[in-house]
């Protein structure tokens, strides 16, 4: 017996072998899409946006005395958890600045509260991008203010020369070095000084 197709069945055959062929190469480009790594650089360390921020700023040589300073805290599950967060995440050389003994005197279990309240004051509720911080400000007259999980604000804008700054209440003056390092729970961006409430 001699079947011969229409065009028609032909199409449709054809059709549907296509289709079933191709939806695993559609479904690895769109798992490939979600799970892109793209990461930034941060104290000589990888920056993974699949790991929450504690898991990234452990690995950050740039990092370990603001990680000492979350563990004293007792804010290690906070940050670890799904948030999410914006942490405006000083170095090293930003709490080494600090007066003498200040770091030292503020990892001791009896000054708990001060340490946390300093380090909330550099934590923002909600995932917030340089990109959305230059949309809101040029809204505002050039600086966001946002409101930190310490209570108090801080803002965010460019400072004469352009470079985009974040201001605490005092009007002190962090520079943010590195933007936009996003992790699985927030966003990091680095900053070259301690913000004080």
Known sequence: ??????PRALALGLTAALAVGMMPLAFAQMSGG?????T?????????PSRNIVQNAIH??????????????????TLEGPGPFTVFAPT???????????????????????LTKILTYHVVPGR??????????????????????EGDSIKVGKDASGAWVVKDDKGDVAHITIPDVVQSNGVIFVIDKVLMP
Do not use: C
């Open 40 to 48: 930034v650089m941060v104290g000589g360390a990888a920056m993974y």
């Open 1 to 6: 017996m001699n079947i011969r197709p229409t």
């Open 128 to 149: 917030y991008t340089s990109s959305e911080l230059a949309a809101d400000a040029a809204k505002d007259g050039g600086w966001v203010s946002l409101k930190t999980v």
């Open 92 to 114: 090293n050389e930003a709490f080494a600045a600090l007066p003498a003994g200040t770091v030292k005197t503020l990892l001791k279990p009896a000054n708990k509260g001060e």
């Open 34 to 38: 979600m799970n892109s790594q793209h």
């Open 60 to 77: 950050s040589k740039d990092h370990t005395t603001l990680v000492a300073a979350v563990k004293a805290a007792g804010l290690v599950k």
